[in-house]
Structure formats: structure tokens, C-alpha cells
């Protein structure tokens, strides 16, 4: 079964950036479109990004469009998250995934583990 884990989550002020990144084990890393969602506590787990097989297209939640970026790198079994002006109501567990195009939470294949991201006012 393949493994993911995210990894470049903190501590950050409003207004700045962070990078995440997921590596990923496994053969068929490009045969998978890859996702991003986030779950603040006491909230449902909400899709954030996801991006094609080749990465020629990427999807966001309109409630991070313009600000986030999501690219994969196959040659490296990597997706990011390039996150820009970061808002206290960004703060939540992020989880990469692995799964088909237009997969809901619950179709997901497989899940990273998190990385907790805050962002302070």
C-alpha cells in the first residue's frame, strides 16, 4: 500500500507563506490524481486542492483559490502546497491524499497523517 507524509506545517502570522510537501512511496504515484484537504477541530474534513495525474490541471476550494498553488513533481513522488496570505481561518490539520478526480473525503484511496498548520492574527 503506498505511503504518504506531509511534512513543512507551523507556526506562521497572518499574511505570510508556507510550502507544504508530500512524499510519497509506492510504484504508482503518477497514476494517481492528488489531493489536498484540511480539517480544522470540531469541523468536517473539507477539500482544498487537487491536481491531475500529469499535473496539467488543478482544482481549489474557492475559499483558497488565488491564494494556493498545488504542483506535483512525478519524477520525485512529491505533490506541494504553495500557500500564500495566510489566514487564521486556514488553521487546520492538513492531509494529502491520494485518489481519483473529483473524489469526495470518503474516496479517497489512501491518506498522509497531517501536518498541523496555524496561522495567528
Known amino acids: 500500500q503506498g505511503q504518504l507524509v506531509e511534512s513543512g506545517g507551523g507556526l506562521v502570522q497572518a499574511g505570510a507563506s508556507l510550502r507544504l510537501s508530500c512524499a510519497a512511496s509506492?510504484?504508482?504515484?503518477?497514476?494517481?490524481?492528488m489531493h489536498w484537504f484540511r480539517q480544522a477541530p470540531g469541523k468536517e474534513r473539507e477539500f482544498v486542492a487537487a491536481?491531475?495525474?500529469?499535473?496539467?490541471?488543478?482544482y481549489y476550494s474557492n475559499s483558497v483559490k488565488g491564494r494556493y498553488t498545488i504542483s506535483r513533481d512525478n519524477a520525485r513522488n512529491t505533490v506541494y502546497l504553495q500557500m500564500n496570505d495566510l489566514k487564521p481561518e486556514d488553521t487546520a490539520v492538513y492531509y494529502c491524499?491520494?485518489?481519483?478526480?473529483?473524489?469526495?473525503?470518503?474516496?479517497?484511496?489512501?491518506w498522509g497523517k497531517g501536518t498541523l498548520v496555524t496561522v495567528s492574527s
Open positions: 491524499a491520494a485518489g481519483p478526480l473529483g473524489a469526495t473525503a470518503r474516496d479517497i484511496d489512501y
Open positions: 509506492g510504484r504508482t504515484f503518477s497514476t494517481y490524481s
Open positions: 491536481i491531475t495525474r500529469s499535473g496539467v490541471n488543478s
